[in-house]
T-cell receptor
Framework: EAGVTQFPSHSVIEKGQTVTLRCDPI?????LYWYRRVMGKEIKFLLH????????ESGMPNNRFLAERTGGTYSTLKVQPAELEDSGVYFC???????????FGQGTRLTVV | LAKTTQPISMDSYEGQEVNITCSHN???????ITWYQQFPSQGPRFIIQ???TKVTNEVASLFIPADRKSSTLSLPRVSLSDTAVYYC???????????????FGKGTHLIIQP
C-alpha cells in the first residue's frame, strides 16, 4: 500500500512567485494534516482537514497560504506570493480516524530565493 | 499543550538498550504521551503512545511513572539504523497517535555507533 506522497520533493522559487505543494494521503484516510519546519525551527502544525472540510487551521501563518482539499482526496497548499521566510520543509500526514496513528510523507523542501 | 523537555542528543553503541527520558511536568489529565521518530529527509514516524504504566510494541517500550510527569522511551538492542531524531509529544488523546495540532519540540538526536 502506498504511503503519503508529496510533490514536488524540492522546489526552488523566487520571492514573489507562487508555489503549490501537493499531498496525496493514504487511500481511505479522511484526516489530512499539514505541518512545516522553517529553517532552524521546530516542526509546527498548520492545519487539519476532515475529508474536504477544514477542521482546524489555527496554525496557518497568514493569508498568503491557502490549503484546499476538494473532493476530500488529495490536498494542495498554495503559497502566494512566497517570501524568503517561507523556506523550509512542508510535511503532510494522514490518518484514518482522528486520534489514530498518523503517517507522514517525506516532505517538500521549499527554498525561496 | 504540555511543554516537554528531553535531551538534545545521545550516543550509544549497537546492541545496547537506549533509554530516552522526557519531562512533562504540566501534563494534563486527558493528555497522552506519544513518541515519534524522524530520519533525515523523511517525515516523522509514529513509534508508540501511552497514558500510564508501561506500553510495549514491536519497536519500543514506553515507561510512564504514576505521577506521569515524565516518560521513558526504551529501544532494545539498537542498531545503526536507529540513528534518528526522537520526539516526545504530549497532548489530548485525539492529538496523540493522530496529528491534530501536534507540537514537536527539538527532539533528541540519537546517534548509534558501531
Amino acid at each position: 500500500e502506498a504511503g503519503v506522497t508529496q510533490f514536488p520533493s524540492h522546489s526552488v522559487i523566487e520571492k514573489g512567485q507562487t508555489v503549490t505543494l501537493r499531498c496525496d494521503p493514504i487511500s481511505g484516510h479522511d484526516n489530512l494534516y499539514w505541518y512545516r519546519r522553517v529553517m532552524g525551527k521546530e516542526i509546527k502544525f498548520l492545519l487539519h482537514f476532515v475529508k474536504e472540510s477544514k477542521q482546524d487551521e489555527s496554525g496557518m501563518p497568514n493569508n498568503r497560504f491557502l490549503a484546499e482539499r476538494t473532493g476530500g482526496t488529495y490536498s494542495t497548499l498554495k503559497v502566494q506570493p512566497a517570501e524568503l521566510e517561507d523556506s523550509g520543509v512542508y510535511f503532510c500526514a494522514s490518518s484514518q480516524e482522528r486520534g489514530t496513528e498518523a503517517f507522514f510523507g517525506q516532505g517538500t523542501r521549499l527554498t525561496v530565493v | 499543550l504540555a511543554k516537554t523537555t528531553q535531551p538534545i542528543s545521545m550516543d550509544s553503541y549497537e546492541g545496547q538498550e537506549v533509554n530516552i527520558t522526557c519531562s512533562h511536568n504540566n501534563i494534563a489529565t486527558n493528555d497522552y504521551i506519544t513518541w515519534y521518530q524522524q530520519f533525515p529527509s523523511q517525515g516523522p514516524r509514529f513509534i508508540i503512545q501511552g497514558y500510564k504504566t508501561k506500553v510495549t510494541n514491536e519497536v519500543a517500550s514506553l515507561f510512564i511513572p504514576a505521577d506521569r510527569k515524565s516518560s521513558t522511551l526504551s529501544l532494545p538492542r539498537v542498531s545503526l539504523s536507529d540513528t534518528a531524531v526522537y520526539y516526545c509529544l504530549v497532548g489530548p488523546m485525539y492529538s496523540g497517535g493522530g496529528a491534530d495540532g501536534l507540537t514537536f519540540g527539538k527532539g533528541t538526536h540519537l546517534i548509534i555507533q558501531p
